[in-house]
């Protein structure tokens, strides 16, 4: 399994690295204007990071949380691995925002 995970890591550099890139530059230009544009993300979000404490100059969850109404942030004593060092937190935690995305097609469903 470790040497799967390895090689697919490895795999995925090139992506990993142009979405950095993006995310410096186009999407946050697009981010930019649909905020100002007044655009909201009308699915669940869900955020889980390291509890960063005072150490970051913007309350993150904040920001979010204007753009997406529907959204929840929870913080992990997870080191940088986040996945790897509290599996069954990140497990619980997916599980929980799957329900809600399934609640919000529901009460969203065209034929209800």
Known sequence: MRA???????????SIVAAFRATAGIALDMDTADRKAGKQ???PVAVISQDWGGQLVFDAATLWR???PNFTYQSTSSGHFVAEGNPDEIVAFIRELDGRARQNNESDSPCQ
């Not at 799967?4 to 090139?14: G, L, P, R, V």
């Open 4 to 14: 799967y995970y390895i090689e697919s890591s490895i795999q995925a550099t090139n």
């Open 66 to 68: 204007a753009w997406a």
């Open 41 to 43: 993300l009308t699915m």
